[in-house]
């Protein structure tokens, strides 16, 4: 069965530094990508999708890129603040004909002022 | 974005009843909606995909008499949690996306915490 890492539960980062949030994939490489913010007691809200094709996305202080040869996505966050604080989840949808999100763990990012 | 709403935000039953959870796309039309699972510190876990007009599709481990979904509009699905039990506590949560909206982001709702006592 597929498998989704996201190898650090927590991370704390100083203020201004650059947060690296990783996601790892077991067998087969999905069809795409997705990384997601969740609030503590709400619902995630999407922040950056990437393509099986793809390298890289940006938005804004966000990036995202996609190696399907390591099965691993990498999410930045540059300039960070502590408006940044929260739990990002990355999501994968394994097959074009099927559009469940299988979801990582989580890792719960705090920005230190 | 679009936009979903989910209601009520918080519940708490008694062991033994019944509890619904609505799930509302408020500026579009979704012919599919899923559900997920949230317990503390772990990630999201589907339970099942809401069909409109047809009958919902679980995922393996999710008994379907005591998740009871129904999707009887373009813009509502409902989850009915049967015979509520304090193992069934958790932190529920619906997402839909846009029509044609493949390859896209999911919009999802804010949450429900189903507390049974």
């Known amino acids: 069965s597929q498998k989704i890492e996201q190898n650090s539960e927590a991370l704390n980062i100083q203020e201004g530094k650059t947060a690296t949030l990783t996601c790892n994939y077991t067998n087969y490489s999905p069809a795409y990508l997705q990384w997601y913010r969740q609030d503590p007691g709400r619902g995630p809200v999407f922040l950056l999708l990437?393509?099986?094709?793809?390298k890289e996305k940006r938005k804004e202080r966000l990036k995202v890129t996609f190696d399907t040869t390591l099965k691993q996505s990498l999410f930045h966050i540059t300039a960070s603040q502590p408006a940044d604080s929260a739990t990002y989840l990355c999501a994968l949808v394994w097959d074009f004909g099927n559009e469940k999100l299988t979801f990582g763990t989580g890792t719960r990012l705090t920005i230190i002022p | 974005g679009a936009v979903v709403s989910q209601h009520p935000s918080w519940v708490i039953c008694k062991s033994g009843t019944s509890v619904k959870i609505e799930c509302r796309s408020l500026?579009?039309?979704?012919?599919?909606m899923f559900w997920y699972r949230q317990f503390p510190k772990q990630s999201l876990m589907l339970m099942a995909t809401?069909?409109?007009?047809?009958?919902?599709?679980?995922e393996q481990g999710v008994e379907k008499d005591k998740f009871l979904i129904n999707h009887a509009s373009l813009t509502l699905s409902t989850l009915t949690v049967t015979s509520a039990h304090p193992e069934d506590s958790s932190f529920y949560i619906c997402?839909?996306?846009?029509?044609?909206?493949?390859?896209?982001?999911?919009?999802f709702g804010q949450g429900t915490r189903l507390t049974v006592v």
């Open positions: 500026d579009f039309q979704a012919t599919t």
């Open positions: 809401s069909n409109e007009g047809s009958k919902a599709t679980y």
């Open positions: 997402s839909a996306r846009v029509p044609g909206g493949w390859g896209t982001e999911a919009f």
């Open positions: 990437i393509r099986e094709n793809e």
